[in-house]
């Protein structure tokens, strides 16, 4: 089943599952509340598409889900049977992957004041990124091809944010969280940037370990900020899973171009593209994964190893055995989802 972007989504009842909560009058906390709830009945197949009712059209829908993201009281209980806002569509493709209709213009409504906070910053990430490319290429003397890889790097990260936009309404701000994530964005650019240079990452001293251990300080921080400010959305978190898997890759790239691992540790960089590359292939793979502690000091032991390899004046031998403990731990974890995703294949 396919779910069309539309402002008006009918619940279809189901014996087997609990009855869905009325939604009367909501806040913008409740209303997210009810986009997650709803997400999930998309990815359980639970959902269906319904005509829009006579005398309802996207325009009042556009109008709700504006009243909803400025954070007022919003009465959807006039609207025919229980209705969601267009913001179910962008967490529901989270939940599913599912390729959705064209955007409706109650759609681009919503989003154009997001587009518009998300473009600010991303401005100032792109031009933070390439700033200290510039310092670096000036101080290091780095061929031209060293700031089109940085900006290369900034280019995608835009693109992809841009696009996956949706996931984070009915917000209309793109949050300080977002705008922490932005910055390790920002800087994990400026990292990609010495892939191939090994000269320059030699020259660059402490910096690289530095700015990695800046990296790491921040992570965290953007999820504790957006659940204080009431931001958290799956855009939020998708973005800090990506820029965490992009991180712990260039990292292993960088120590193996150090000659300070073997073509082993690239194993901890593509972990996770091959676990998502598997789950394209197998179905029992898809599944929701239960929260786990886990997997996030998995990722932060793989990533505090990583940057302790690449300190200057570390033999070899160390950095491999640290990397190597870290991607021990990286595997663990990754095997133990595996396992339980298997286990569940049958759960439905």
Do not use: K
Not at 236 to 246: I, L, N, P, S, Y
């Amino acid at each position: 089943m396919s779910v069309a972007v539309r402002p008006i989504l009918a619940w279809q009842h189901d014996p087997g599952q609990p009855t869905p909560p009325a939604l009367g009058t909501v806040s913008e906390n409740g209303l997210s509340e009810q986009c997650e709830c709803l997400a999930e009945r998309v990815g359980a197949g639970g959902l269906d598409q319904h005509a829009l009712e006579p005398g309802i059209d996207d325009a009042a829908a556009g109008r709700a889900i504006a009243a909803a993201g400025a954070g007022d009281r919003t009465d959807v209980g006039q609207l025919p049977i229980l209705v969601t806002l267009t913001a179910t569509v962008g967490v529901a493709q989270e939940h599913r992957g599912r390729v959705m209709s064209p955007v409706t213009d109650s759609t681009r409504t919503a989003l154009a004041p997001l587009r518009a906070s998300a473009a600010t910053h991303l401005a100032g990430g792109g031009l933070l990124g390439l700033g200290a490319a510039c310092v670096t290429w000036r101080a290091q003397g780095l061929p031209p091809a060293y700031l089109g890889q940085v900006a290369a790097c900034l280019a995608v990260t835009a693109a992809l944010v841009y696009r996956a936009l949706p996931a984070h309404l009915p917000r209309r701000r793109f949050g300080a969280a977002n705008g922490v994530t932005l910055l390790r964005a920002a800087l994990t650019a400026w990292l990609v940037g010495y892939v191939g240079y090994p000269h320059g990452l030699a020259a660059a001293g402490w910096w690289v370990p530095g700015c990695g251990v800046l990296l790491l300080a921040l992570d965290g921080v953007d999820g504790r900020l957006a659940r204080r400010g009431g931001m958290a959305s799956p855009f939020g978190a998708r973005f800090d899973m990506e820029v965490d898997a992009a991180l712990i890759l260039v990292l292993a790239v960088l120590l193996y171009q150090q000659r300070r691992a073997g073509a082993w540790i690239l194993a901890a960089g593509l972990l996770r593209y091959v676990f998502v590359a598997a789950a394209a292939l197998l179905p029992w793979m898809r599944r929701e994964l239960p929260p786990r502690w886990r997997r996030q000091t998995a990722c932060v032991v793989q990533t505090a190893a990583l940057v302790a390899a690449l300190a200057p004046g570390l033999a070899p031998a160390w950095s491999a055995l640290l990397s190597g403990l870290g991607l021990g731990a990286l595997v663990l974890s990754f095997a133990a989802d595996t396992v339980w995703l298997y286990r569940s294949r049958g759960g439905g």
